[in-house]
């Protein structure tokens, strides 16, 4: 499949194309299959790929001035029902991008939809398939994962990665700690903080001191337990010290609702 037809199309066009204005993109899942995976569906659903992909690919070029986007071979970890593969495909050639991810669901939902794309299922720790890449991408995965799974992420990103090769990944702010804090009566939250035990100012110490937050809540799947997901907070210094990478970026923007991170193989 070809998808060079849209190279010269705006954000705007792109993602009204990817909403169903055009049939030559993949086809439409449910907008309630979208939403429960990424809190949106249709056009809503593509505002943060745009942000997304545009950061990461300047710093793409800031790194590599002679790269060229259209021919660099990419991971997309935690592909879910496809919403960052799809916006890729604009400028990135199916035959160079690969999804990955936990849920074989998803990957079939993928399968379906995008018959010419590359999509596999994988376990926690098992290598990712392709490599070498020059870059992983993992939107919103982070914001998810316990400090075990997430550095099981990290371990098998870096071996999947070139030398120099990057990570662009989001995770939730700290301030989502004060989101935990208003969730302490609520039923399932309050348990789970519970088990945790929470406290609201103990846990901001703990994020400034550069600590990797985590409750867990299992995400509704066998492939999602809840000794690997929930939801995590992950500040800054954390990045700092990820074996196998150097933090390039760590920016909280106001046109994104994550942390945006960049981190570089070394």
């Known amino acids: 499949m070809n998808f060079e037809w849209a190279r010269d199309l705006s954000d705007e066009q792109w993602a009204a194309a990817l909403a169903g204005e055009d049939h030559r993109t993949p086809g439409l899942l449910p907008s309630e299959v979208q939403s429960s995976f990424v809190g949106s569906s249709g056009l ?14 300047n710093y793409l070029r800031s790194s590599n001035g002679d790269i060229s986007v259209e021919n660099i071979k990419v991971l997309d970890v935690g592909v879910g029902w496809g919403r960052i593969y799809r916006w890729l495909l604009r400028d990135v050639s199916p035959r160079n991008l690969v999804g990955v991810d936990v849920d074989s669901k998803a990957i079939a939902m993928c399968t379906t ?6 999509f596999v299922t994988v376990s926690q720790g098992q290598p990712y398939p392709g490599a070498p890449y020059d870059l992983a991408v993992a939107y919103s995965v982070f914001s998810h994962l316990s400090e075990t799974a997430a550095r099981s992420v990290l371990h098998c990103a870096r071996a999947a990665l070139r ?19 208003g969730q302490t009566t609520a039923p399932y939250y309050g348990e789970q ?16 001191d550069g600590q990797h937050l ?17 939801e995590a907070v992950v500040p800054k210094s954390w990045w700092e010290h990820v074996d196998g990478f ?3 970026a760590f920016e909280r923007r106001n046109d994104l609702p994550q942390s945006y991170v960049v981190l570089q193989a070394v």
Request: glycine share 8%; hydrophobic share 40%.
């Open 44 to 57: 809503r659903a593509y505002d943060e790929c745009k942000v997304f992909w545009r950061l990461t690919t």
């Open 113 to 118: 939809a995008m018959p010419y794309g590359q």
């Open 214 to 230: 985590y409750v867990q809540t299992g995400g509704g799947d066998p492939s999602r337990p809840p000794d690997a997901y929930g």
């Open 163 to 181: 030398p120099n090769g990057l990570m662009a990944l989001t995770t939730l702010r700290p301030a989502h700690i004060d989101v935990w804090a």
């Open 193 to 208: 903080l519970a088990a945790q035990n929470f406290d609201r100012v103990e846990w901001w110490e703990r994020a400034t």
């Open 246 to 248: 150097k933090l390039v």
